[in-house]
């Protein structure tokens, strides 16, 4: 079943469109079913090849024959304004959500994280906690935020019953519930019974400098929800009626949220059921947890989505799975793809990684340019900090993008795990560039035969696809001004498991022959995103001020030098963290400072690449390094 579905319409190509008439316009259709009453629309086909619009309640008794208001359908020539707009008049018509940009971000998307999951799984202990936290601040990408996951709650199995008594008859695996509010004993501090969990809530953010503690639970409160008959559960009758909110914690995330769609049944329907909880969901959220920490999990199906005025952080996929070979490439995919509509309700979180792992670059690059929240599950002790400091700087915070990722406008409806030719683009934006992600995600799908994911026969060798500056979809936003025109294209070679990331930043011309445009920090994955501030200052040339091997349109072969002592223009920047920053330039730079300080930079003239090392962090009490270029 369908919840979103984008359609292409054009006569003629992707590429002959974007500069033709209206004749060869590609049109984008957005289809999107709706929540009418207690019924969800969605759309499915038919063995006769149609589209249908199906209709549920999920509940016997819940029942209706006419529907006025069951989807809408919004077409346009951009697709991701398209798609905007779409939703945007769905909100207004529902009055029951809140769009992405409407919502407060919580603070850990801005910074480093490490969740307990895949490095302890339900082992999960207090010592195991710190231990994690003092591994990965010790090599010098200090997390900002943990997770606590699965493993901290007070849980066990439904008492046997009789027929499970029989000799040697198999026991299935015992579901377990939710049988206390209260941590379990491994989070209990013996000297002081009443600490619970806020002593590692205290541990960690006093020893270990952290902002963000959050735990785990599921919408229910467990997997198997709350055991009846426990005593201190009387009060939440069956099932967990109320979001959990342990001492001291920032934030949680709530998982298995579409077990409501199962659940509905004599409670009013599917609609009924999960607008009830979210309600609470989102009361208690507003009420505990001011920066709004929450992350929700398991909660793609539009009942929920739809009635999310709190939530601004979803997971984006299904997990990480360090050991599956076959899932690698399928989840760079899925979160991109998943994105295009999720992140126009809230901020898709594209799951944790290891940063010790066979594909760990493959996946953390990606995570670079997720616009979302970052962070690993490695074991304690087992970390790779030459890749973890392309994207923590050493205060934990991070280089985030401001936008969702999503693939560039002609991967749309391309398939970039089975198709043997096509490469995955991603795209996203910093205030003033843009960043493009290339990925080759060839060789494993879904297996509907098997009925899980596995590798199919695909090209061995490297797939070629053609990188433009266009690719950004919003890069004219970056732009200082709109007097440049021109773009930018490459092309990009990469095997399967490869992948690239690009800058991509727009060039300002000072004057005749002299163009400047900066990077940014060009050791991290996503170098743009240190560049907080950019100003130009244009300086009007005299006579004096000449190149060398200037071609008559006013640009130059290669990049030169200003032969006059005369200044022509200078760029103001201010820039976050510390390395190598770099910045292109048609003419080698007449000075570079830092604050009050000249410093020495390098100049490559073939390529026009200046660099220089911004050897710390900003002095305390400021946020950015003040740079200044004078060319």
Request: aromatic share 8%; net charge negative.
């Amino acid at each position: 079943m369908c919840e979103f579905l984008l359609l292409e319409t054009k006569d003629g190509s992707r590429i002959e469109s974007d500069g033709a008439g209206e004749e060869d316009q590609i049109v984008y259709t957005v289809f999107l079913p709706l929540i009418e009453g207690p019924f969800r629309a969605c759309l499915q086909g038919n063995r006769r090849d149609e589209l249908e619009l199906c209709l549920e309640s999920g509940d016997a008794d819940t029942k209706a024959s006419s529907f006025t208001h069951s989807i809408f359908i919004n077409a346009g020539t951009d697709p991701f304004t398209t798609i905007t707009d779409a939703i945007r008049a769905v909100k207004l018509h529902l009055k029951t959500f809140r769009q992405r940009h409407e919502k407060k971000l919580p603070g850990i998307v801005d910074y480093f994280g490490w969740c307990t999951w895949d490095a302890f799984y339900q082992e999960v202990t207090q010592e195991g906690v710190e231990a994690g936290l003092q591994s990965l601040a010790g090599g010098g990408t200090p997390p900002k935020f943990v997770i606590i996951d699965d493993g901290w709650q007070s849980v066990g199995g439904d008492p046997p019953k009789d027929e499970d008594q029989t000799e040697n008859k198999k026991k299935p695996e015992p579901l377990l519930r939710l049988t206390g509010i209260k941590e379990n004993s491994k989070f209990q501090n013996k000297e002081d019974p009443t600490a619970g969990i806020k002593s590692i809530v205290n541990i960690a953010k006093q020893k270990h400098g952290l902002k963000y503690v959050y735990v785990w639970h599921t919408i229910t409160g467990y997997w198997g929800g709350v055991r009846p008959g426990v005593k201190e559960m009387e009060q939440y009758d069956s099932l967990m009626k109320y979001p959990m909110v342990p001492k001291g914690v920032d934030g949680v995330k709530v998982d298995e949220q579409c077990i409501l769609e199962t659940l509905e049944a004599g409670l009013g329907g599917r609609v009924e059921l999960t607008t009830q909880y979210h309600k609470a969901l989102d009361t208690s959220v507003a009420r505990h947890f001011p920066d709004n920490g929450i992350i929700a999990c398991m909660s793609h199906n539009t009942d929920a989505l739809y009635c999310s005025k709190q939530t601004g952080v979803v997971r984006a996929s299904d997990d990480f799975f360090p050991h599956d070979p076959e899932s690698h490439t399928i989840h760079i995919a899925a979160v991109a793809y998943n994105s295009v509509f999720l992140g126009e309700i809230m901020q898709p979180d594209w799951d944790m990684f290891h940063s010790l792992h066979p594909v760990a670059d493959y996946h953390a690059s990606a995570r670079a340019i997720s616009g979302g929240p970052i962070y690993v599950s490695d074991v304690p002790g087992k970390h790779n900090f030459e890749l973890l400091k392309k994207l923590v700087l050493p205060d934990g915070s991070v280089l985030r993008a401001h936008l969702p990722g999503r693939p560039t406008r002609d991967c749309l409806f391309s398939d970039p795990n089975r198709d043997g030719v096509s490469l995955l683009k991603i795209w996203n934006m910093n205030k003033y560039s843009g960043v493009i992600g290339v990925y080759n995600c060839q060789g494993a799908a879904w297996n509907s035969n098997e009925r899980k994911n596995t590798f199919h026969e695909t090209q061995s060798g490297a797939i070629t696809g053609v990188i433009r500056g266009r690719d950004v979809d919003f890069i004219a936003n970056a732009a200082t001004d709109l007097t440049g025109t021109g773009t930018v294209q490459y092309t990009a070679i990469r095997a399967i498991l490869e992948h690239e990331i690009v800058t991509v930043t727009p060039i300002k011309v000072l004057a005749p022959g002299f163009s400047f445009a900066p990077f940014g920090l060009i050791d991290m994955f996503n170098a743009g995103g240190a560049i907080q501030e950019l100003r130009y200052e244009e300086v009007k040339v005299k006579k004096g001020a000449q190149l060398s091997e200037l071609e008559g349109n006013g640009v130059p072969e290669k990049s030169l030098e200003n032969r006059s002592t005369e200044l022509v223009g200078v760029a103001h920047m201010e820039v976050k963290g510390c390395g190598r920053f770099g910045a292109y330039s048609s003419a080698k730079p007449r000075k570079c400072t830092v604050g009050s300080s000249e410093l020495d930079f390098e100049y490559d003239s073939p390529s026009g690449l200046v660099t220089l090392n911004l050897s710390h962090m900003p002095e305390e009490g400021q946020n950015v390094h003040i740079v200044k270029v004078e060319i």
